[in-house]
Nanobody, 126 residues
């Protein structure tokens, strides 16, 4: 497995978690990385993205202001700091990687990413 996600768990409303995704595939610096999530019975949806050479971070409206994505190039790892968690954040969280840098109009699409991790479960209870 080239993308290894970890850090999920169970927290109460308002709590925090930090997800990590270690990329051992050797393409970390050449493309983009993203987080998606999938709740039971729902489609997998975009959460956040980061691109090589781009200082911006891109977020879904539902998580903007609460989640922060970052990367550590030396460790070839991306992180998703999740604060002020809500029950609707409950989902299986996947990290995804793109060998080439996604264009802005496409970076929220699943099709922009060819490499996927196994998912880590986040459960937020009230």
């Amino acid at each position: 497995v080239q993308l290894q996600a970890s850090g999920g768990g169970s927290v109460q409303v308002g709590g925090s978690l930090r997800l990590s995704c270690a990329d051992s595939g050797g393409t970390f610096s050449r493309g983009g990385m993203a987080w998606f999530r999938q709740a039971p019975g729902e489609e997998r949806e975009f959460v956040a993205a980061i691109r090589y050479g781009d200082t911006n971070r891109y977020y879904a409206e539902a998580v903007k202001g609460r989640f922060t994505m970052s990367r550590d190039n030396a460790k070839t790892t991306v992180y998703l700091q999740m604060n002020s968690l809500k029950p609707e954040d409950t989902a299986l969280y996947y990290c995804a990687g793109s060998i080439s840098r996604p264009i802005l109009s496409n970076l929220r699409a699943r099709a922009a990413y060819s490499r996927w991790g196994q998912g880590t479960l986040v459960t937020v209870s009230s």
